[in-house]
């Protein structure tokens, strides 16, 4: 009998209960600490990413307490099918859009904890086999095309936004244009002179 009513029984699967559904828990926190979490991003760009993810968000990017614009590394992409022309090109088109997003990001005139601007591009090699370009008797280790690009009446616009809204610190890294650098050439050349003139004495 038991053999019979083994064979008579159905082969039954069981189906696993339905997961439960995905909870959302990090937009249940407040902005406060939603803003903690953003200042952790490295760049601006970052936080601009995270804050499209939920609508929720989105009004975060202009009140985050911490913005960092880099321009990054300036190195030639080796072995590529991008000549140094169109990768210049490229780069200098890029410093633009980066210097428009901090005009536009420095317009919501809202308080910032940290706010960080490098436009002088960062040289990728440990090693500094790039050529350096020379600029005054400084050296760069990548062409600077967007030195134009940074007037002294957008810089004093930001200079007058670190005096007003930023509570901690502020940086801001330019590149020297030729004109810029001869004349800072010029000035330390006669102070050097000065101090020797001082020292005959």
Same mark, same amino acid.
């Given at each position: 009998m038991n053999d019979t009513t083994n064979s008579k029984k159905m082969n039954v699967t069981t189906i696993p209960a339905a997961a439960p559904a995905a909870v959302d828990l990090i937009s249940e926190l407040d902005d406060d600490v939603l803003l903690h979490i953003l200042g952790f991003l490295p760049s601006a760009r970052d936080v601009a990413r995270a804050t499209v993810l939920s609508r929720r968000w989105r009004h975060l990017f202009g009140i985050a307490p911490r913005l960092r614009f880099d321009v990054g590394p300036g190195s030639f992409a080796e072995g590529g099918d991008e000549d140094e022309e169109e990768h210049g090109a490229r780069c200098h088109d890029a *410093? %633009? %859009?980066l210097i428009a997003?901090? =005009?536009a990001c420095l317009a919501a005139d809202v308080d910032v904890d940290v706010l960080e601007i490098f436009l002088v591009y960062t040289d990728k090699s440990k090693h500094g086999l790039y050529k350096r370009v020379a600029v005054g008797k400084r050296f760069y280790? /990548?062409? /600077?095309r967007h030195e134009a690009d940074v007037t002294p009446s957008l810089v004093g616009s930001w200079l007058r936004f670190a005096e007003r809204h930023v509570k901690g610190s502020f940086v801001l890294e330019l590149p020297l244009n030729a004109a810029a650098a001869a004349k #800072? =050439? %010029?000035e330390e050349a *006669?102070? *050097?002179e000065?101090? =020797?003139q *001082?020292? #005959? #004495?």
């Open positions: *410093a %633009r %859009r997003g901090v =005009d280790f /990548h062409d /600077h #800072l =050439d %010029r *006669a102070a *050097a000065e101090e =020797d *001082a020292d #005959l #004495l």
